[in-house]
């Protein structure tokens, strides 16, 4: 997964896995953005057609370009993988103790800040709030899977979690109430832009 954005004249890729950050020029910076579903020829094709003006974007160019990301993307510097995928997955099969969950409660920002690494909060997808079905079973699953620790944090993020306001309150409510039958002790951080 990649993410690009510009920001103060500066063409920025994020190569989300492998945290490398690369500052390419524009031309390449389209290139990098049409690499995954497009073939080379569809790329080369819509590039020519875009650069039209500027002689100096070539089909060599382009070609130059390609080969570059491709070799980039061999040494594990853009488009990698997400290895921790399948450890994501098979955690609740192993037997480790949790003691911490960052509620993603918003799934949408108030803001819209040219820098964020979050897309406006939304990270690329449809804006949303949690429910407080949800985050009620995401609060049953971190005392279910906690073992002995008696202290549980738990932090709201988004996006900005104020936007989902109501429902932090409703959730922190809830962990109050059943923390005692359980023998946890609940603590509540909050990431915000206020
Ligand atoms: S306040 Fe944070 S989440 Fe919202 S747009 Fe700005 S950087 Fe992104």
Redesign the pocket.
């Known amino acids: 997964m990649i993410h690009q954005y510009k920001l103060n004249g500066y063409n920025i890729v994020l190569d989300v896995y492998s945290g490398s950050v690369h500052v390419v020029d524009d031309v390449a910076y389209d290139i990098i953005g049409m690499y995954e579903g497009h073939t080379k020829e569809e790329i080369t094709k819509a590039i020519l057609e875009k650069y039209a003006d500027n002689p100096e974007v070539t089909a060599e160019e382009i070609a130059d370009i390609l080969e570059g990301v491709e070799e980039l993307k061999k040494t594990g510097k853009l488009f990698t993988e997400d290895l921790y995928a399948d450890i994501a997955a098979n955690f609740k099969m192993k037997n480790n103790d949790i003691k911490a969950l960052c509620l993603h409660v918003a799934h949408t920002?108030?803001?819209?800040?040219d820098?964020?690494?979050?897309?406006?909060?939304k990270y690329q997808g449809e804006r949303a709030l949690m429910s407080f079905e949800v985050g009620k079973q995401a609060l049953d699953f971190l005392i279910a899977n906690s073992g002995n620790r008696k202290n549980l944090e738990v932090d709201f993020f988004?996006?900005?979690p104020l936007m989902d306001w109501d429902v932090v309150k409703q959730l922190v409510n809830y962990a109050r109430s059943v923390e005692k039958q359980h023998n946890k002790n609940f603590r509540f951080t909050l990431t915000t832009?206020g």
């Open positions: 920002c108030n803001l819209t800040c820098y964020c690494f979050a897309s406006q909060g988004g996006g900005e832009n």
